[in-house]
């Protein structure tokens, strides 16, 4: 249970400033919304006064229509903006388009950028309460806290469990978001990757790291498969998909080898037959679409714990 009332920060920036508290506010909270999701009238009116930008520099399908679906059902004004058909590429500067779309009387910003920093950029420069829904490489708030919320959801509590986190540790903000968050919830975490795609530095935040995928998935309750960034590969970490489906692919095969059965999570988008098989993505092991319907709960948690914090 958090001993908080309301959130320590006006602003979603990263897991990694955020305290146990914090998060285990957001994921009762969560609760709350998603029973709210479960009745015929799927909508409440806590933020009918707020008018909400979503600026999307980089492509989404999952984070983009779950923050827009949140903020509908909390009866919120919703703006899109997508970079793509914006006067961003007419030369205009990230704080003269946002400080142009706040002139607009917008109250809250959420921003996915492909530059690592740059929602922490904007917190500092701009009068508005700031969430980051994935920023380059760095972090991805909302998706730790909604895989946080499904293992909860599956399996009652996170203290003690054993989560692998597999893939593109390296170019992924997932990973880096779900270890804080795993890590602040009491889960124990380890990375399984190629060596290319394990950072040096991945030690130093508290993990294990493991080559094998069969001994990672035979240690592991939850085993979190990561898409494989190619848009992110400058140069090449492996010989070829088909080389990396064969050593890291969880496939049914393997979850069969298992003496337990464990949690197969995926943030999306899936490749499938890269980092999983179409048969393990859609078997009773996966709670990869649970993740999805859990996002829009989390979101409409987050937003509505940081309008309680609009001007303090
Ligand atoms: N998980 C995730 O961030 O998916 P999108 O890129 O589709 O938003």
Not at 24 to 52: A, C, G
Not at 57 to 86: G, H, P, Y
Not at 151 to 172: A, P, Q, Y
């Amino acid at each position: 249970m958090p001993t908080i009332q309301e959130l320590s920060t006006p602003h979603l920036l990263g897991i990694k400033y955020l305290s146990e508290d914090d998060i285990q506010l957001i994921l009762e909270t969560t609760d709350n919304f998603k029973e709210v999701l479960n009745r015929p009238i799927k909508k409440v009116p806590s933020l009918r006064d707020l008018t909400i930008a979503n600026l999307f520099f980089e492509n989404s399908t999952r984070t983009k229509l779950s923050f827009e679906l949140a903020e509908k059902r909390l009866s919120a004004d919703v703006i899109n903006f997508a970079a793509s058909s914006s006067s961003v590429s007419k030369g205009e500067t990230l704080i003269d388009t946002v400080n142009n779309i706040l002139a607009m009387k917008v109250d809250m910003v959420v921003m996915r950028h492909p530059a690592p920093g740059a929602a922490h950029f904007l917190a500092k420069n701009i009068n508005a309460n700031i969430i980051n829904a994935g920023d380059g490489t760095h972090e991805h708030p909302t998706q730790a806290l909604l895989d946080a919320y499904s293992i909860r959801e599956k399996m009652g509590d996170l203290i003690g469990k054993k989560v692998v986190i597999v893939g593109d540790i390296l170019h992924s903000r997932v990973a880096l978001s779900n270890i804080f968050c795993l890590q602040k919830l009491g889960a124990t975490v380890k990375v399984c990757g190629p060596p290319t795609l394990i950072p040096k530095y991945v030690t130093t935040l508290g993990v294990t790291v493991e080559h094998d995928i069969r001994k990672a998935l035979a240690w592991c309750d939850v085993a979190n498969l990561l898409r494989i960034q190619l848009e992110r590969q400058t140069v090449k970490y492996f010989p070829s998909l088909r080389e990396y489906a064969l050593f890291y692919g969880v496939n049914k095969k393997m979850l069969d080898e298992l003496d337990k059965k464990i949690v197969i999570m995926h943030p999306g988008p899936i490749n499938r037959g890269v980092e999983v098989t179409s048969e393990v993505a859609d078997s009773e092991h996966s709670i990869i679409l649970s993740q999805v319907e859990n996002g829009v709960a989390v979101r409409m948690a987050v937003l509505y714990l940081l309008a309680t914090k609009r001007g303090k």
